[in-house]
């Protein structure tokens, strides 16, 4: 028998051929999927969708049936909310924007779902994301993109530990999303043209600061003043929870051509708008320091930083001025440097490390 492997199958087609790439390596394979809604009315969780709705697990049980592996699902309620979704709350009533899919990926796909794993006696977890997992010459692991630019997904996974990614599989990141679809067809796989999942999983509606209202009670910071940088009020927002930097959209200020968001002031209860130019950073600080490919950061070094998941990145120097800060000085100024998000840096294909945007 070869080694157990814990697979998190969502019910997608990604989850679902890594399961089935692994048990072609001959590993014994179990498929889990997390319960992680919140709601116990069954419409509420189907009405939730993604990998949060009842139909994912349904999906992910089919696809086991096919595969010919057990399933299960695990129970990770309490630390979704309390790592995912208080977490996402609490950073927008702040002023920033989090991106709750990291603190996901970080305490509850890896941390709590290693942790149960492991007390089933896996020797791994696996995941369908599109990325790679290498040790380098220095003895550490990291994150490696994907053979597939347009899929790569390793900027939501900038946080995993040495430990996490030691007991970690990703198998489809070998692999363009083409031929993981038609791997799936082939062997009969019932996720082989599901759609991919594009929205944040416990908010598929998209309107976030309805989320933010419900899970307050209505207690949420009202009405204040859009202001310039210096002070000049232009006029009155909805509040803070419905912008973030960057936004051009939905501000209904009349000012006679296009403006932006150019940041949030939580204690003043003020959004400031300012012209296009006023978007762009020269640079940035981040706090809550993750390393990857590297132990630490002793001196400046040439990176590449991405400071969203869409963003190609820009080349800068990173040094550290702090025991928990560090300093990226761009070559090109980037839009939309936004607080709460994460910037992750590359070295080559390798991701090197990443920490939260301070600012």
Request: glycine share 10%.
């Amino acid at each position: 028998m070869g080694k157990r492997v814990v697979v998190g199958m969502s019910g997608g087609v990604d989850s679902s051929v890594a399961a089935l790439l692994l048990k072609r390596q001959g590993y014994e394979v179990i498929g889990v999927t997390m319960q992680i809604w919140q709601e116990e009315s069954r419409e509420a969780v189907e009405d939730a969708g993604g990998c949060c709705g009842l139909s994912a697990v349904e999906d992910a049980r089919r696809a086991a049936q096919c595969l010919g592996i057990p399933h299960y699902v695990m129970n990770f309620r309490e630390e979704f909310k309390r790592y995912v979704m208080d977490y996402f709350t609490e950073e927008y009533l702040r002023g920033r924007t989090p991106n709750p899919c990291i603190a996901c990926n970080r305490y509850v796909k890896w941390e709590a779902l290693l942790y149960k794993s492991l007390g089933l006696g896996a020797d791994y977890i696996a995941t369908g994301h599109y990325a790679r997992i290498e040790r380098l010459k220095n003895g550490r692991f990291a994150i490696r993109n994907s053979v597939t630019a347009a899929k790569d997904q390793t900027y939501a996974l900038y946080s995993l530990t040495q430990e996490q990614l030691a007991r970690t599989l990703m198998p489809v990141g070998d692999y363009p999303k083409e031929e993981i679809r038609r791997m799936a067809q082939e062997a009969g796989l019932p996720s082989a043209h599901k759609k991919d999942s594009q929205e944040i999983c416990f908010i598929p509606d998209h309107d976030y600061a309805a989320f933010i209202e419900r899970e307050r009670g209505g207690q949420v910071p009202g009405p204040g003043d859009f202001v310039t940088a210096d002070g000049r009020v232009l006029g009155r927002h909805r509040g803070i929870i419905h912008y973030t930097v960057g936004q051009r959209k939905g501000l209904n200020l009349s000012l006679g051509h296009p403006v932006f968001v150019t940041a949030i002031r939580p204690e003043r209860n003020e959004v400031v708008i300012g012209e296009n130019e006023d978007v762009f950073s020269s640079q940035l600080s981040c706090s809550s320091l993750c390393f990857m490919a590297e132990a630490d950061l002793r001196e400046p070094k040439r990176a590449r930083a991405k400071i969203r998941y869409s963003h190609r990145g820009e080349e800068c120097t990173i040094e550290r001025v702090g025991e928990d800060r560090l300093r990226c000085a761009f070559d090109r100024p980037v839009r939309a440097v936004t607080p709460g998000q994460a910037v992750v840096f590359y070295e080559g294909e390798y991701v090197l490390g990443g920490g939260i945007i301070e600012g």
